[in-house]
C-alpha cells in the first residue's frame, strides 16, 4: 500500500505563500500521476493541479481558480511533489490532499487516483 504524507500547510495572511509537499514512502513518485485537491469547510473536493507521471511540466493542469498562483512540480532529487501557492487568497482555505497512480494517465477527477494522503490544513486568513 503507497502511503503518501503531505507537508507544508499552516496560517498565513491573504497575499502570502506557502509551498506544499506530497511524499510517498520508500519510493519515489516520478512513475505516479499525481495530483493536488482540496477541499473547504462545507463544500466539495476539488481538483487543483494534476501532472503526468514521468513529466517534468508541460502536461500540468491546474484549475482556473488556481491558474497563475500555483505552480505544480516534481522534486526529482528527492521524489517528491511539491504545490508552491503564491497570492493565497481567503477562499484557498481548504484541508489540501495529495493523491497517486501508477499510470501515466493524470486527471483532476479525484476518482481516477487510488492513493490519498492524509491532508494539509491551509488557512489563509488576517
Known amino acids: 500500500q503507497l502511503l503518501l504524507v503531505e507537508s507544508g500547510g499552516g496560517l498565513v495572511q491573504p497575499g502570502g505563500s506557502l509551498r506544499l509537499s506530497c511524499a510517498a514512502s520508500?519510493?519515489?513518485?516520478?512513475?505516479?500521476?499525481v495530483a493536488w485537491f482540496r477541499q473547504a469547510p462545507g463544500k466539495g473536493r476539488e481538483g487543483v493541479s494534476c501532472?503526468?507521471?514521468?513529466?517534468?511540466?508541460?502536461?500540468?493542469k491546474y484549475a482556473d481558480s488556481v491558474q497563475g498562483r500555483f505552480t505544480m512540480s516534481r522534486d526529482n532529487a528527492n521524489g517528491t511533489v511539491t504545490l508552491q501557492m503564491n497570492d493565497l487568497k481567503p477562499e484557498d482555505t481548504a484541508i489540501y490532499y495529495c493523491?497517486?497512480?501508477?499510470?501515466?494517465?493524470?486527471?483532476?477527477?479525484?476518482?481516477?487516483?487510488?492513493?490519498w494522503g492524509q491532508g494539509t490544513q491551509v488557512t489563509v486568513s488576517t
Open positions: 493523491a497517486a497512480r501508477h499510470t501515466s494517465f493524470h486527471s483532476n477527477d479525484g476518482t481516477w487516483y487510488d492513493h
Open positions: 520508500g519510493i519515489t513518485l516520478d512513475r505516479y500521476a
Open positions: 501532472i503526468r507521471y514521468r513529466d517534468s511540466g508541460s502536461s500540468i
